[in-house]
């Protein structure tokens, strides 16, 4: 695809994410010509680095952090001569006008008015006034060329949301808005789509009548790091439920767009979350179990406590780990419980997907050992990338004697050295495409989702935070919620 020249601006230019994330998927696009064939990246920062400085600072982000480190001194030469870095305050109005400046010296160059791409890569309370400073200066006024990204949390909660959208949407129009959920960019992520809608085996049996229920897990064995501050405000049910695992709950369970086009994916996901149904607060104990880390072990070494984490309140309730029970009321999903979970500290990193099928064989085989096992779809997201289908066998022999069989699609031989899912998101931003971006009314959706239970667990008395031991699978608790209904968490490890 032809993409029109652009100029990148990077608010928070020098910040974590920009170093980690966004300039070596930036690189990597480079590196792969999928970069517009004319750009200019202009990181935005109050540090006070030099050029030369600033393109240091990045070629050594990349060699650290870009999964593409095998490059030649003239490809970087090239492509460093693509970044501008400018010392900029968001508060300052000449920052406004320096912007202004650097994009007429690129439209100049390119000899029309570039497409202009903006990543707010920077904290929440300054997004009002980032946003006010680029429409003040008219700097995002072309409606179909000019795109902003943000990057989450999106709101604090369901009413910050809504005045956060409105703000926006008097500001600029929906389809400049790009609300980034990384979640979305991963490739086992996407591939649900693929795999539910390009196939047409499954989707006959996507249904409560074969699917008893659904599972999904995002455990992380980091801690909360250096991230203390934010985390300590933040939580597993705002940090991670609200969007990552809701997210990959609408790719599990939307209904088919009648094409593969962006409003009607994002339509058919905002239906969804409206399906979802809402917990009462008064049942929150029943459907939710939340906890935080103790001190424990990772892979033989010591880990401390959340309360002991820097920048972490020592009497903190946050919870760092989340386990609840939804159900989605329409005629697809009716009766299937949807279990999700997700913690810091646990045992593994390991993200997945698991559709556990009900039991709907007519044959009585004659007894043997094996007794039949259900049927298991398990989608593994990371580190693992692969689709593994569990079904009964015949175990060869003079006997007939069943055992479980795997069939196991590995993602991962074909997308080892993939990109990365900021890459996707960014060249998808830069060719417009928001498919894969959160539509306003899908923000709100979710955050009405967890609203009460959001209020009970800080307001209430109803829910106890419990604790697990850093390094094991989280509290016995989030294991009993699945018992009640004779379920338990699948892994396939
Ligand atoms: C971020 C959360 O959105 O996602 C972090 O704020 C979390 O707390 C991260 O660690 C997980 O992302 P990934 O891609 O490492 O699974």
Redo the contacts with the bound molecule.
Sequence with gaps: IQIKPTSIVVFGGTGDLAKRKLFPAFFNLYMDGRMPSQFQIIALGRQPYEQESFRDYVHENILAFSRNTNFSQEQWQAFQDHITFHKAHIDDDSSYDDLNMLFNKNDALWGERGNRLFYLSIAPSFIEQVSSGLKRFQLADDVTGDRIIFE?PFGYDKSSAIRLNKLLANTFHEQQIYRID??LGKETVQNILAFRFGNSIFEPLWNNRHIDSVQIT?A?Q?GVEN?GGY?DHSGALR??IQN?LLQILCMVAMEAPEEFESEQIRDRKADLLKSVRRIKREDINHYTVRAQYDAGQINGLPKKAYRDEPGVNPLSTTETFVAMKFYIDNERWLGVPFYMRTGKSLQQKH?AVVINFKDSTKTKFPANKNSIENNQLTINI?PEMDIRLSFMSKQPGLDMEMTPAQMVFDYFQCASNGPE?YETLLLDALDGDSTLFMRSDQVEEAWDIIEAIQEEWEHGDLSPIYSYPAGSWGPEAADELLKRQGHRWLSSF
């Design positions: 989450k990384h979640y995002v992380e980091v991230r985390y940090d991670m990552h993200s990371q899912a």
